[in-house]
């Protein structure tokens, strides 16, 4: 049986998945950026058509990437700066490679 293989940076959901709210939770992310494959994305909008509660949490998702560039960084007190990006420093840290 052959492979088929995806284009790099694409994902794809396997044909015998059921696509399911937790999967599109998990799939997001790659959805809005494009990262899903043509047919991967067909079914992900799919299954919003019949799930306002993926369409609410998707909107919501995409609210909340779009809030770090609507706020300005000189606009944030030296101290909240600081923080922030000890905070980010930390996580980086945490998180295993290929996450």
Do not use: S
């Amino acid at each position: 049986m052959a492979t088929v293989k995806q284009p790099l940076g694409r994902r794809r959901i396997p044909r015998t998945a059921e696509v399911t709210c937790k999967l599109i939770t998990t799939l997001v992310m790659d959805y809005l950026t494009g990262e899903l494959d043509a047919e991967g994305a067909l079914r992900f909008e799919e299954h919003l058509r019949e799930c306002p509660d993926c369409v609410a949490f998707l909107n919501t998702y995409r609210k909340a990437a779009q809030a770090p560039r609507l706020l300005r960084y000189r606009d944030m007190p030296a101290d909240m700066q600081r923080r922030v990006r000890q905070f980010l420093w930390e996580k980086m840290r945490k998180t295993p490679r290929g996450r």
